[in-house]
T-cell receptor
């Protein structure tokens, strides 16, 4: 089955700096890769997703890149703000079952003012 | 966006009792719902896939007789934790796929289960 590895587990940056979180996956059949932000005790919130027919997607300060050959994808947050502090999860699934998600281990991002 | 409602949000039960958690899609039909478990400071782990009108498919290592899943309609799936024990204490979250598929997953609010 699919296995998703996520690094780093914790990340601390100064406000205004960029943050990068990386994930690798094992199943070449996966073609949908969402990123979630989760605050303590809350449901995961989709912040951006990418499908395998594109290599990069951007939404304001957030971007995701995908390298299907290497089976890895990354989240880039620019101009970080204290409110970006949270736990971020990458995940992988297929178009046919976008809800059947295999999650990475999570990254705790701390943005210091 | 689509709304998935999960109840209860918190429940405390005694060891040995059963607890039912409901997951409802409020404004769309969901042929498939998913149940996840999240222990403190850990990731979400897929427990099972719930299909309307058929038996759930459980992930390896998840006891189907302990975690009973029923998906009787296109808008409701339930997870019953039977004979709960303290080690079952966790955050349980459901998600739903819209009938047409090929969209993002929509998550419920989650249920914090504490077994004492």
């Amino acid at each position: 089955g699919e296995n998703v590895e996520q690094h780093p587990s914790t990340l601390s940056v100064q406000e205004g700096d960029s943050a990068v979180i990386k994930c690798t996956y094992s199943d070449s059949a996966s073609n949908y890769f969402p990123w979630y932000k989760q605050e303590l005790g809350k449901r995961p919130q989709l912040i951006i997703d990418i499908r395998s027919n594109v290599g990069e997607k951007k939404d304001q300060r957030i971007a995701v890149t995908l390298n299907k050959t290497a089976k890895h994808f990354s989240l880039h947050i620019t101009e970080t703000q204290p409110e970006d502090s949270a736990v971020y999860f990458c995940a992988a699934s297929s178009f046919a079952n976008t809800g059947k998600l295999i999650f990475g281990q999570g990254t705790t991002l701390q943005v210091k003012p | 966006g689509a709304v998935v409602s999960q109840h209860p949000s918190r429940v405390i039960c005694k060891s040995g009792t059963s607890v039912k958690i409901e997951c409802r899609s409020l404004d769309f039909q969901a042929t498939t719902m998913f149940w996840y478990r999240q222990f403190p400071k850990q990731s979400l782990m897929l427990m099972a896939t719930s299909n309307e009108g058929s038996k759930a498919t459980y992930e390896q290592g998840v006891e189907k007789d302990k975690f009973l899943i029923n998906h009787a309609s296109l808008t409701l799936s339930t997870l019953t934790v039977t004979s709960a024990h303290p080690e079952d204490s966790s955050f349980y979250i459901c998600s739903a796929e819209a009938l047409l598929g090929n969209t993002e997953a929509f998550f419920g609010q989650g249920t914090r289960l504490t077994v004492v």
